[in-house]
């Protein structure tokens, strides 16, 4: 099981940005950012391939990056442009082992981490 560990979360007005880490304790083939806000169901935000592809979800499409430094085994979330429909707990997952694409499918990840809060003010 890999170990993830979030931070960069916070309140920020709309319009303004923040970035969230992720460190992970091992190597992993996929990495993604998921997030859940109060009576909706998870879902997945961005994900980047241990090759180098990314994905994003249409919601997010060009106010939000995702990257990640493979040396510190550390991934990023940069969010631009930030909503008031973006609130929501955002957590980091991970794959170890093979994956074929950047999915955004929850099922394929295999470890999570413990979520920080966002909260965009209107």
């Known amino acids: 099981q890999v170990q993830l560990v979030e931070s960069g979360g916070g309140s920020v007005q709309a319009g303004g940005s923040l970035r969230l880490s992720c460190a992970a304790s091992?190597?992993?083939?996929?990495m993604g950012w998921f997030r859940q806000a109060p009576g909706k169901e998870r879902e997945g935000v961005a994900a980047?391939?241990?090759?180098?592809?990314?994905n994003y979800a249409d919601s997010v499409k060009g106010r939000f990056t995702i990257s990640k430094d493979s040396a510190k085994r550390t991934l990023y979330l940069q969010m631009n442009s930030l909503k008031a429909e973006d609130t929501a707990i955002y957590y980091c997952?991970?794959?170890?082992?093979?994956?074929?694409?950047?999915?955004?499918?929850?099922?394929?990840?295999?470890?999570w981490g413990q979520g920080t809060q966002v909260t965009v003010s209107s």
């Open positions: 997952a991970a794959r170890k082992l093979w994956a074929s694409i950047a999915t955004l499918t929850p099922v394929a990840y295999t470890s």
């Open positions: 091992e190597y992993t083939a996929l």
């Open positions: 980047i391939h241990g090759a180098g592809s990314t």
